[in-house]
């Protein structure tokens, strides 16, 4: 195992990471965007907010660190995609300003009209910018893009079979672990009937993405015949089955309302998912002759890489870690409920003496 | 036919061009507030639980609020930046992606510190401890301190490319990444980026409380919301000019013809002129500008009679357009200067009576320094932008040839720019929103759904 290899391996748990943590982000918006009128749909948007306000913006750093990664270790590949995908990517970013900048300010909005723009927007980028990124995702995977400067085609690079199973599996994905997540989020904080609500959309989801997937692999088969070899070999195999278990265990654990586990399956079909994919396509980056070691940066940079993602386990991955743990015993989210010796209570302490 | 492909080429280098200033102009505004606020919030939770102040505490708090909406805004818009690096500019991130890709690496670090922690102040007024509530702002400053060093680190490199070298092949080799980080441009352009940030975010928060004092709101909330950012702001003024004057003199040999157009000068001479306005023909003659003999070498060397160098030290095809950057570079002095003059205004007030200034002059300039300070920021990245043209890596990689073939670029340029015209106008409504509902006592976002206090 080369050190450019290593990196790859970095990048991938980047990818796996915003696929899942990011995808419970946008699959939020996916069921935010189908949660019914404003009477109807206000409990379970307020609860989706609540779920994803602290840690939406820091899941953004997956996909810049993924971003990052590729161009540094992979540079002369990383334009070429970037470059041939401009159109996808394009409309992947105008969705992720749309979809950050909205949910930010629909909770400020002085009307209700106002509330239904900004959050239908913020539904609406949610789900189209991981299709996007499925596009760029499935015409990578089926060889469309060629090494150099925009040298693939502008549209079939990203309008082709794959490119649309891509797509599709990145929303239906999001949806399901975002309904998954919330279910047992709902059902920690003794919201029994938002936890029904969620635990149906995930069964069903998670079955449609799992039909989805399956008949996934004849698309690949007779569309990206490479991915296809190697997803079939001792190496993808594996992970294939790997998810198949995780799906089918996250749906019979839905099915049984044990929340925790679900979860846990969930994420491991996705994560499997997707290191199938990297398993298929390795060891080329893009096109099955641009291999990881002939176009990876040279070993200093790497080992500086390294460095930084040391550096970011050190010190980012313990910060996150106590976000996560904070929300998820709820301490971050429920505004009304007062710690005795929290800030808000010595602010009113200091106005209470004022006043006397 | 081969005109017309020089011709769609241009477009798209120019509509890529336009995109990226847009991009980077709309995000740097965010990111200066990103890097500035949490300092002025961090003065007032600071205050408020050292001397028992209500009124500084309430502002860290609903600092903390417009914080988090900046931030958002700031946190996808510089997303997006990280795309359109590779997606416009190939012939940059291709060749050289290895060797500036550790900065941007660590910048990633200091943003996931800055987001997680804006989240924990952010959701920890009322749940966590106050002493380790107040200590999560801690991390939120040091990652702004940080994340723009490493971003003007990668900037600096273009200016000042280190840390590689070139084998007779053309290809790079010998990358050392630690060499390119630290490139000899770095150290003065990150001091004046940081300086930058800390005035608009100051000058901007004060020139909120300054147009509430005008308008006759003159609580403690709004002295201290005036006070805190002001101070800082004011006391980063005069070391910016400072820095600045630094920055300039280290062109005359590391980036000589971004000075001449700096300073509008079209030949290396002795003795050289301040340039105040004009313009520069296409025959190179400066017209309509008031000169003060000797300034300019005064400036660049210490000596009236010093040699400071004009546009011809480079061939024709090698120097940057001279008269934006002028224009640019003028303005933003003009407008430090200014800032500075009102920040004394200020100090002598206060020295002498220990009180903000009755004038209300002084609040009507005050109530407009944010605008002009973001309008200088702007200004300064102009200068430095396109005083680097015709090259995006110095000397090295034309602009020209880094530029994507894909098609489309006008398309998108044009969308990003009617998108973050909407968000612009967008993100002031809901800071003005946010204010008038501090101001009528409700501190809290609206609910979700049909609520009396919203389907007005």
Do not use: C
Request: net charge neutral; aromatic share 12%; glycine share 10%.
């Amino acid at each position: 195992m080369s050190l450019a290899d290593v990196i790859l391996v970095i990048i991938w748990l980047g990818v796996t990471a915003y696929g899942i943590f990011g995808g419970a982000d946008f699959g939020a918006g996916f069921w935010d965007l189908f949660a019914g009128n404003a009477t109807k749909g206000g409990p379970v948007r307020t609860f989706l907010e609540k779920t994803i306000g602290p840690v939406w913006e820091a899941n953004h750093v997956w996909l810049i660190f993924v971003l990052v990664y590729l161009w540094t270790a992979f540079p002369e590949p990383f334009v070429s995609i970037a470059t041939t995908m401009f159109i996808p990517l394009t409309l992947a970013a105008f969705g992720i300003i749309l979809r950050g900048s909205s949910f930010a300010f629909r909770k400020w909005a002085a009307t209700l009209n106002r509330q239904r723009a900004l959050g239908a927007t913020f539904a609406l980028s949610s789900i189209l910018t991981p299709f996007f990124l499925g596009t760029v995702a499935g015409g990578v995977a089926s060889d469309r893009v060629p090494l150099g400067n925009a040298a693939g085609d502008p549209v079939t690079s990203w309008l082709n079979p794959t490119s649309i199973l891509g797509g599709v599996l990145a929303v239906g994905a999001t949806a399901f672990i975002a309904a998954t997540f919330a279910s047992r989020e709902a059902a920690t904080a003794g919201e029994s009937g938002l936890a029904e609500y969620f635990r149906t959309r995930a069964v069903a989801t998670g079955f449609v993405v799992g039909v989805v997937a399956i008949g996934g692999i004849g698309v690949l088969a007779a569309d990206a015949p490479e991915l296809f070899d190697g997803l079939i070999s001792a190496r993808g195999i594996p992970l294939l089955v790997a998810s198949a278990a995780g799906g089918v265990s996250a749906l019979w654990l839905l099915f049984h309302r044990r929340f925790a586990p679900a979860r846990l399956a969930a994420v491991l079909a996705t994560a499997a998912v997707l290191w199938g994919w990297g398993a298929g396509q390795y060891p080329y980056l893009i096109e099955p002759d641009i291999g990881v070691d002939d176009y990876a940066a040279s070993n200093p940079v790497l080992a500086a890489l390294l460095g930084a993602f040391l550096l970011a386990g050190l010190l980012a991955v313990p910060s996150l870690v106590y976000l996560f743990s904070l929300t998820e015993r709820g301490v971050l989210g429920d505004a009304k409920s007062k710690y005795e010796g929290s800030t808000e209570s010595l602010l009113a302490a200091m106005l209470d003496d004022e006043n006397r | 036919m081969f005109e017309w492909v020089g011709v769609i080429a241009d477009a798209n280098l120019t509509a890529a061009r336009y995109q990226m200033a847009i991009s980077l102009g709309f995000h740097i505004i965010f990111a200066a507030m990103g890097i500035g606020f949490p300092v002025i919030t961090l003065i007032a939770h600071r205050r408020g639980i050292r001397h028992r102040d209500p009124a500084a505490l309430q502002l860290a708090k609903r600092w903390a609020k417009a914080m988090a909406v900046l931030f958002a805004v700031g946190a996808v818009s510089g997303t997006i930046l990280s795309f359109e690096m590779g997606m416009l500019w190939p012939g940059l991130m291709g060749p050289y992606g290895d060797v500036i890709g550790l900065p941007f690496a660590l910048e990633g670090v200091s943003f996931f510190m800055e987001a997680i922690f804006i989240a924990i102040y952010l959701y920890g007024w009322n749940r966590l401890p106050a002493r380790l509530h107040f200590l999560t702002l801690l991390p939120i400053v040091g990652a702004g301190i940080a994340g723009s060093f490493f971003i003007l680190s990668a900037n600096a490199w273009m200016n000042s490319p280190a840390g590689f070298s070139i084998a007779p092949d053309g290809s790079i080799t010998d990358v050392n990444p630690l060499a390119a980080m630290f490139n000899p441009a770095v150290g003065v352009q990150y001091v004046h980026m940081l300086l930058a940030a800390y005035m608009v975010a100051g000058f901007t928060v004060a020139g909120v409380y300054a147009v509430g004092w005008l308008r006759g709101r003159r609580d403690r909330i709004h002295r201290l919301g005036f006070l805190i950012p002001f101070t800082l702001a004011g006391i980063a003024a005069p070391v910016q000019i400072l820095v600045g004057d630094v920055a300039t003199r280290r062109l005359i040999d590391a980036q000589p013809a971004k000075f001449a157009a700096m300073e509008l000068l079209p030949e290396t001479r002795t003795r050289a002129p301040l340039t105040l306005g004009g313009v520069i023909t296409d025959d190179g003659d400066v017209v309509g500008a008031i000169e003060i003999p000797g300034v300019a070498s005064w400036l660049g060397t210490r000596d009236i009679n010093g040699e400071v160098p004009g546009l011809d030290s480079v061939v024709p095809e090698n120097r940057p357009p001279a008269n934006v950057v002028h224009m640019s570079f003028q303005l933003m002095v003009a407008i430090g200067t200014a800032l500075l003059a009102l920040a004394l205004w200020f100090a002598v007030v206060w020295w002498r009576r220990r009180d903000l200034p009755l004038s209300t002059w002084f609040w009507r300039f005050a109530a407009v320094a944010g605008i002009a300070a973001i309008v200088a920021m702007e200004s300064g990245w102009v200068t430095t932008e396109v005083g680097r043209q015709p090259w995006i890596v110095y000397g090295l990689v034309r602009t020209s040839d880094a530029v994507t073939r894909a098609d489309g670029i006008v398309v998108s340029a044009t969308a990003i720019s009617l998108t973050y015209l909407a968000l612009s106008i967008i993100t002031v409504a809901v800071l003005r929103r946010m204010a008038k509902r501090f101001a009528a006592g409700d501190d809290t976002p609206a609910p979700y759904g049909p609520d009396p206090a919203v389907s007005r």
